[in-house]
């Protein structure tokens, strides 16, 4: 049969466990009501969007093609010639060798 001094353990534990839970559901809505009120002042928002100044071309039309017309006198742009430093560079490979104890035997084949 329990005794009186059990009984009174009981109910001062379960007081401190009412407490803890109290405090615990107390925290957590002071939290979420501080989340909630960051988030509306935080608002996400991009770039703003951009403003496109006028073009003065559009009055203007474009130029007349004409058949047999004369080509354009500018060169043709010539093809990128690597830098002779880098020249060299494509042969080299990019990492260095394996050390030999780390190079395993050729496969033989069956």
């Known amino acids: ?36 009120a960051e988030s509306r002042l935080e608002l996400a928002q991009g770039t703003p969007p951009l403003q496109g100044t006028p073009s003065n071309d559009q009055d203007k039309m474009p130029a ?17 010639r690597p830098d002779p430093q880098t020249q ?11 050390p030999a104890e780390k190079i395993a035997p050729p496969i033989e084949k069956k």
């Open 1 to 36: 049969m329990p005794g009186p001094d059990d009984k009174r353990r009981l109910k001062l534990d379960l007081t401190i466990a009412g407490l803890l839970f109290a405090a615990g559901v107390v925290v957590s809505v002071m939290s979420l009501a501080q989340i909630r």
């Open 64 to 80: 007349e093609s004409k058949p047999g017309g004369d080509r354009p006198t500018t060169p043709a742009p010539e093809p990128a």
């Open 88 to 98: 060299g560079a494509a042969t080299r490979p990019a990492l260095p060798q394996a």
